[in-house]
């Protein structure tokens, strides 16, 4: 489990890619000496797990699913990527729950740079967009951020200048894939209100919950008053 907030990036060294079996090796120096073999890190957003470290570098495994559903296929020597080691029941957690299992890959669709704001849009699947709300927390390449507006196929986000220089969407350009993760807690809310829908009256099902009868149906559930 992680929070979002970026560590480190590190730099790609070595790349071993292929659909059956892939494995990276990364340069990292700001957390290096607490890495640790079998330790859980976040790498551009994909939890992996560190199966191998020396002279400065840690070296981890990509599974097929994983290849096939991030952007770690694209990786080439030299690439930046963001570190976050997990965090422990002692960690700030700034950012919000993270657990680095990839949704999909978005596309960063616009970037517009104009009087100290930096707003980069991503485009998303139909999908994802139950998963997403205003002034909600998103993850991009592992990056906990705060989804500035929503709409059917994509989101926008206001960067601050410390995020551009301290994470790799600094060095992102349009047409760029990056990795998306919705809020786990979203997720649950929705499940937990789909399920307790579906067990309504048949009046009520086969019905899609949207923002104008979402309210009329929680107080049919006895939810909300």
């Known amino acids: 489990m992680f929070s979002g907030i ?14 059956e079996k892939s494995f990276i090796r ?3 120096k700001k957390i290096y000496e607490d890495l640790k073999l079998g330790d859980s890190i976040s790498v551009g957003g994909v939890c992996l797990t560190i199966s191998e470290i020396g002279h400065g570098l840690f070296g981890v ?8 559903k991030t952007t770690l296929k694209y990786l080439k020597v030299g690439r ?14 700034g950012g919000h729950i993270v657990l680095g299992h990839v949704d999909e890959v ?12 930096n707003i980069f849009e991503i485009s998303h699947s139909p999908e994802l967009a139950k998963y997403l709300v205003k002034k909600g927390s ?13 709409f059917i196929r994509k989101f926008s986000i206001n960067l601050i200048p410390y995020t551009l220089k301290n994470t790799t969407l600094g060095n992102k350009s ?10 786990v807690l979203a997720k649950y809310c929705h499940k937990f209100i789909s399920d307790r829908y579906k067990n309504t009256s ?21 939810i909300v008053s």
């Open 6 to 19: 970026i560590e480190e990036v590190g730099i790609v060294k070595k790349v071993r890619l292929s659909p």
């Open 26 to 28: 990364i340069f990292c």
């Open 61 to 68: 495994d990509i599974s097929p699913e994983t290849y096939e």
């Open 80 to 93: 930046k990527v963001n570190l976050e080691r997990s965090i422990t029941l002692g960690t700030l957690l």
């Open 106 to 117: 978005g596309k960063i669709i616009r970037i517009k740079r104009e009087r100290g704001s």
């Open 138 to 150: 998103i993850a991009v390449d592992g990056i906990s951020l705060t989804i500035m507006d929503v």
């Open 174 to 183: 349009i047409n760029d894939n990056v990795n998306l993760e919705a809020d």
């Open 202 to 222: 048949d009046r009520y099902k086969n019905k899609e919950i949207t923002n104008n009868n979402l309210k009329k149906k929680l107080k049919d559930l006895g």
